[in-house]
T-cell receptor, first 116, second 112 residues
Framework: DADVTQTPRNRITKTGKRIMLECSQT?????MYWYRQDPGLGLRLIYY???????NKGEISDGYSVSRQAQAKFSLSLESAIPNQTALYFC???????????????FGEGSRLTVL | KNQVEQSPQSLIILEGKNCTLQ??????????LRWYKQDTGRGPVSLTI?????NTKSNGRYTATLDADTKQSSLHITASQLSDSASYIC???????????FGAGTRLAVHP
């Protein structure tokens, strides 16, 4: 089983619909992230969370919201999906519990979202 | 502006050949540089990390170099295999802002 699990893996929806992408991890890591990947662009950070009570906006948070329901769960919501939110979305984790932060990210398998 | 640029954008080589991927960055202050491999339809996986004091580091057939003076890194793949077909992403960690800056990646295709 994957250490970082994303659901759904693929989703096609229509403009204006509410969509939730879910992420769960069994690595015990404290930090969780949501990234978006578009062809020809680097991964871009949407939101990140350092612990259950800490949520932070990334560089492209407009149109998205998140919830850290537990240390192991971090969900991303699109309240009213639009076509330019069509992309590959990745959840990632990192571990700073030992006081060392090398920046290594552990990614899920990705969720491909298509908004028509 | 903190940026990471990778070249080439894409590359096709024959199985068994060597290749080198480039990463130039303007991130300051610099903390470390990491290369990830992303197989098609999968999430990126870390290959190696380079810190300021390291010039060369190998991981099997992958060898990464770092020149902190010119702010350049390279990833050399020796005796390529079909399984090396993937995107390779360069990520620089900024020490000042504890921020990760991603390159757009190089897509490598290894043909038999």
């Amino acid at each position: 089983d994957a250490d970082v699990t994303q659901t759904p893996r693929n989703r096609i929806t229509k403009t204006g619909k509410r969509i939730m992408l879910e992420c769960s991890q069994t690595k015990g890591h404290d930090r969780m992230y949501w990234y978006r990947q578009d062809p020809g662009l680097g991964l871009r950070l949407i939101y990140y969370s350092f612990d259950v009570k800490d949520i932070n906006k990334g560089e492209i948070s407009d149109g998205y919201s998140v919830s850290r329901q537990a240390q192991a769960k971090f969900s991303l919501s699109l309240e009213s999906a639009i076509p330019n939110q069509t992309a590959l979305y990745f959840c990632a984790t990192s571990d700073t519990r030992q006081g060392i932060n090398t920046g290594e990210l552990f990614f899920g398998e990705g969720s491909r979202l298509t908004v028509l | 502006k903190n940026q990471v640029e990778q070249s080439p954008q894409s590359l096709i080589i024959l199985e068994g050949k060597n290749c080198t991927l480039q990463c130039n960055y303007t991130v300051s202050p610099f903390s470390n540089l990491r290369w990830y491999k992303q197989d098609t339809g999968r999430g990126p996986v870390s290959l190696t990390i380079m810190t300021f004091s390291e010039n060369t580091k190998s991981n099997g057939r992958y060898t990464a170099t770092l020149d902190a003076d010119t702010k350049q890194s390279s990833l050399h793949i020796t005796a390529s295999q079909l399984s090396d077909s993937a995107s390779y992403i360069c990520v620089v960690k900024s020490g000042g802002y504890n921020k990760l800056i991603f390159g757009a990646g190089t897509r490598l295709a290894v043909h038999p």
